[in-house]
Antibody
Framework: EVQLVQSGAEVKKPGESLKISCKGS????????IGWVRQMPGKGLEWMGT????????RYSPSFQGQVTISADKSINTAYLQWSSLKASDTAMYYC???????????WGQGTLVTVSS | DIQMTQSPSSVSASVGDRVTITCRAS??????LAWYQQKPGKAPNLLIS???SLQSGVPSRFSGSGSGTDFTLTINSLQPEDFATYYC?????????FGQGTKLEIK
């Protein structure tokens, strides 16, 4: 059974750094793209970017390029989303998602709630 | 970026009704379109890929159609569990983009 398990909720202050994780199991981690999706409170889904662990190919939405870094550690089947300096506007639920197609997301993590507040 | 515009933004319907949601792309995306359902507090669930291919386990009352720039999601004979928010997503080219969502509410 394919599973994506994300790290727990975070409460941070503006300016702090953060790295959240998404651990895949039940499939060959290097074969599937992993995407990240933001959902701000009460709002819709926003595609942030995607990463292919097989060759580290990374694509970002222009809206998020330079604001976040997507990476992965193949040795532990884990993908990451990180910020170097959080803003209050980064407060949101963040989902990782994957699938055997690079195009659609069959599998989703449970979400990581990030709250940024002074 | 390819912009995805859904309509309506919200719709009220009754159990047993048929509902159609549309999604328009700002440029042609062939059949590179998916539909997701999201319930409050839950991750999205993929319903349809490649514009019309029903995912395994998704009830047959859901169907998708369209190609190019105009797409539809149809739900026949609405069930109580179908009241949720629906999103389209284009996968024709990076960056992938979602529509703004359509909230399906009980009348």
């Amino acid at each position: 059974e394919v599973q994506l398990v994300q790290s727990g909720a975070e409460v941070k202050k503006p300016g702090e750094s953060l790295k959240i994780s998404c651990k895949g199991s039940g499939y060959i981690f290097t074969n599937y793209w992993i995407g990240w999706v933001r959902q701000m409170p009460g709002k819709g889904l926003e595609w942030m970017g995607t990463f292919f662990p097989g060759d580290s190919d990374t694509r970002y939405s222009p809206s998020f390029q330079g604001q976040v870094t997507i990476s992965a550690d193949k040795s532990i089947n884990t993908a990451y989303l990180q910020w170097s300096s959080l803003k209050a506007s980064d407060t949101a639920m963040y989902y990782c998602a994957s699938g055997d197609s690079s195009s659609w997301y069959v599998y989703w993590g449970q979400g990581t709630l990030v709250t940024v507040s002074s | 970026d390819i912009q995805m515009t859904q309509s309506p933004s919200s719709v009220s319907a009754s159990v047993g009704d048929r509902v159609t949601i549309t999604c328009r792309a700002s440029q042609g995306i062939s059949s590179w379109l998916a539909w997701y359902q999201q319930k409050p507090g839950k991750a999205p669930n993929l319903l349809i890929s490649a514009a019309s291919s029903l995912q395994s386990g998704v009830p047959s009352r859901f169907s998708g159609s369209g190609s190019g720039t105009d797409f539809t999601l149809t739900i026949n004979s609405l069930q109580p569990e179908d009241f949720a928010t629906y999103y389209c997503q284009q996968a024709n080219s990076f960056p992938y983009t979602f529509g703004q969502g359509t909230k399906l509410e009980i009348k």
